[in-house]
């Protein structure tokens, strides 16, 4: 025994493995905030991938820009094309706001689900592993952004904002594997709406898996799906994507049905943060955010 102890290379080497299992560990471990010494370390990191992330974007967005202009005659004529269904569109959607307005002034309603302000934000960082489905982005808790907020594109959800430091953030893609990964949301059906939740994702179709639905849910291929908003986090009616395959789960108690995105999970340059208005659940009452009941 006095012959182990002297050996203090030995002594140091098993000491740091003990150190190292235990900070893997701490690491590991489900956390709603990060460390001060973590947060200080993403930002920093955070702050060097945006310097190099700036010019990288315009340079690809000058070649982008070139071929591009190859297309915008024909683009320039099919967009007159359609004006004139868009300008009547545009009267009938005038015509149905102001309606609305004065119904929610009649019944003195001054919140709604639909409701939400946006933050955009630049994404300067991808997690490498395909275990993980994170992006990163230069917006943080000096931007107003907080833990669960929807993440979107353009074209649709991509994800929530997973942790949060003082001035970078993580957001976790709908693709992400992580089993508290789930979005309440629904069938936007004609008659009736059908609710379920996005959790998990399929690889080999490249779909999202919307489960729970009732068994005797009425749901047809191309219906569209977006967030219903009960969750108590996400406004309602985020576009998600349409469906493309039901089936009954392996129980036959309820419905599956396989949701083709409508936003791209790849080449994510831009995103826009949402911060709900409406009321929300406090989400230290939640133990797996959006999606709950």
């Known amino acids: ?59 690809a967005g ?97 994800g929530k904002v997973m942790h949060v430091s003082q001035f970078t953030s993580t957001v976790q893609l709908l693709r992400d594997h992580d089993r508290t990964n789930r979005i309440s949301a629904m069938v936007d059906a004609e008659d009736i709406e059908v609710f379920g939740f996005i959790e998990g994702f399929d ?11 009732e068994a005797d849910a009425e749901i047809e291929v191309g219906q569209t799906v977006v967030t219903s908003g009960l969750g108590g986090i996400f406004p309602q009616g985020l576009l998600i994507g349409k469906v493309i395959r039901v089936e009954a789960d392996e129980y036959g108690l309820t419905k599956n049905a396989y949701v083709e995105p409508s936003a791209s999970f790849h080449n994510l340059d831009y995103v826009m943060i949402i911060r709900r208005t409406a009321a929300s659940i406090d989400v230290n009452t939640t133990q797996e955010g959006e999606g709950d009941y």
């Open 1 to 59: 025994m006095p012959q182990f102890f002297s050996n203090k290379r030995l002594i140091v080497l098993l000491v740091s493995i003990i150190l190292l299992v235990a900070l893997i560990g701490y690491s590991m471990s489900d956390r709603r905030s990060l460390t001060w010494p973590e947060q200080f370390m993403k930002d920093s990191v955070g702050w060097v991938q945006q310097v190099f992330k700036q010019p990288a974007l315009y340079v």
């Open 62 to 158: 000058f070649f982008e820009t070139v071929n591009e202009m190859r297309n915008i005659y024909e683009e320039n004529r099919v967009l007159k094309a359609h004006l004139d269904q868009y300008a009547q569109i545009a009267v009938e959607v005038n015509v149905l706001r102001r309606q609305n307005e004065h119904l929610k002034d009649a019944l003195d309603i001054k919140e709604s689900l639909y409701n939400y302000n946006l933050t955009p934000a630049l994404v300067i960082h991808r997690s490498p592993d395909r275990w993980n489905e994170y992006i990163g982005i230069n917006k943080g808790e000096q931007d107003g952004i907080e833990r669960d907020m929807a993440v979107i594109t353009s074209k649709g959800l991509v």
């Open 203 to 213: 690889e080999q179709s490249g779909a999202l898996m919307l489960r729970k639905v």
